[in-house]
């Protein structure tokens, strides 16, 4: 009986711990329904997108950890949608933060959606494209206190880098 007790107090405690890490303190503006410009069907954005990129950016999937193609590229451009093209971050804004996704500490204006997430038992703010709705990951306040303390932590497979072109 002492031992179910103890268990049922550390899942609580852990899953506790788990949604306070991921609030975010300084609030973004939630959009309810957002309209995006291009709007398609799911058999329409698979004739488009590999399946990485389907299953990242229009069933809300994840990279693994330290396996994306833009985790630790950091050259001028700019990255952008891999589904619709659309722009969403300068290479000005990306950092090293040492979580294994590409991170960025602002976005470009007007470029992102940021949605409530209350899934696998946590409390984050999902980021998307305000273009085309595709999941892009999530933005936390553990950025670089000196720039915003926001970090966007981006899915490689959801952006394409296009390198600054040298005159």
């Not at 698979?46 to 389907?54: A, N, S």
């Not at 949605?115 to 306040?141: K, V, W």
Request: proline fraction near 4%; glycine fraction near 8%; charge should be positive.
């Amino acid at each position: 009986m002492k031992i179910k007790f103890l268990v049922l107090l550390l899942a609580i405690a852990i899953s506790g711990s788990c949604q306070s890490q991921n609030k975010n303190k300084n609030k973004v503006k939630m959009d309810k329904k957002p309209k995006f410009k291009i709007n398609k069907t799911d058999e329409e954005w698979e004739k488009v997108l590999t399946p990485q990129q389907f299953h990242i950016l229009r069933k809300k999937g994840t990279d693994l950890p330290g396996t994306g193609e833009y985790t630790y590229l950091f050259e001028d451009g700019v990255y952008r949608c891999a589904a619709c093209g659309a722009p969403l971050f300068k290479s000005d804004n990306k950092y090293e933060s040492h979580c294994g996704w590409p991170s960025f500490d602002n976005a470009i204006e007007g470029a992102i959606i940021f949605q409530p997430d209350y899934s696998h038992n946590m409390i984050r703010t999902e980021i998307i494209c305000a273009n085309c709705g595709g999941h892009l990951g999530h933005i936390f306040d553990d950025g670089p206190k000196e720039t915003t303390g926001k970090r966007y932590c981006v899915n490689s497979t959801s952006i394409k880098f296009e390198k600054k072109q040298s005159k």
